[in-house]
T-cell receptor, first 116, second 114 residues
Framework: GDSVTQMEGPVTLSEEAFLTINCTYT??????LFWYVQYPGEGLQLLLK?????DKGSNKGFEATYRKETTSFHLEKGSVQVSDSAVYFC???????????????FGQGTILTVHP | NAGVTQTPKFRILKIGQSMTLQCTQD?????MYWYRQDPGMGLKLIYY???????DKGEVPNGYNVSRSTTEDFPLRLELAAPSQTSVYFC?????????????FGPGTRLTVL
């Protein structure tokens, strides 16, 4: 079945450091890929997404590129802020002839803490 | 526009008790989902609905039931609570069933079964 694997956390960085959170996936066909973020005490919200190979999703300084050849969707940000401290989830939604109903398969989440 | 709302925020149950987690969305979305999030794990799909009156099982449906009598509401029922159901529960909705569509999540219900 479909699966998503994220790098082990937690990740602790100083403000203005470069961030990479690795994400690889296994899926049949060509899934859509997402990064969701969960701030403390809140539900998940979409950070960015990419729906086909070589697409780059971006938002709030974060970027991720859909790499079909390496089945990866790594999240990057050039300069993190304290306000980026959150849990980050990589997820996929499979294209399956219209029967996927948008169901998401999530990675285990990566806790990011940014210190001033 | 409140988005997706969930009640209660927190609940402690004793083994064998029952309860209903409420979920309401005001975005007129057709598709709704229930996930559970265990510590250090990603979210797992419990049940989903593609419209009023239509529901189906997700990855981890055992011990839960759902109903969808209106577009807005999608309650999750626990009939005989077990410690294994201690988790954080998230409801989500989306407009379309497309794999490219964004899901909108509620703030979650933290449930502890003792």
């Amino acid at each position: 079945g479909d699966s998503v694997t994220q790098m082990e956390g937690p990740v602790t960085l100083s403000e203005e450091a470069f961030l990479t959170i690795n994400c690889t996936y296994t899926a049949t066909g060509y899934p859509s890929l997402f990064w969701y973020v969960q701030y403390p005490g809140e539900g998940l919200q979409l950070l960015l997404k990419a729906t086909k190979a070589d697409d780059k999703g971006s938002n709030k300084g974060f970027e991720a590129t859909y790499r079909k050849e390496t089945t990866s969707f790594h999240l990057e940000k050039g300069s993190v802020q304290v306000s980026d401290s959150a849990v980050y989830f990589c997820a996929l939604s499979a294209h399956a002839g219209g029967t996927s109903y948008g169901k998401l398969t999530f990675g285990q989440g990566t806790i990011l803490t940014v210190h001033p | 526009n409140a988005g997706v709302t969930q009640t209660p925020k927190f609940r402690i149950l004793k083994i064998g008790q029952s309860m209903t987690l409420q979920c309401t969305q005001d975005m007129n979305h057709n598709y709704m989902y229930w996930y559970r999030q265990d510590p250090g794990m990603g979210l797992k799909l419990i049940y989903y609905s593609v419209g009023a009156g239509i529901t189906d099982k997700g990855e981890v449906p055992n011990g839960y039931n759902v109903s969808r009598s209106t577009t807005e509401d999608f309650p999750l029922r626990l009939e005989l609570a077990a410690p294994s159901q201690t988790s954080v529960y998230f409801c989500a909705s989306s407009h379309w069933s497309s794999s490219t569509d964004t899901q909108y999540f509620g703030p979650g219900t933290r449930l502890t079964v003792l």
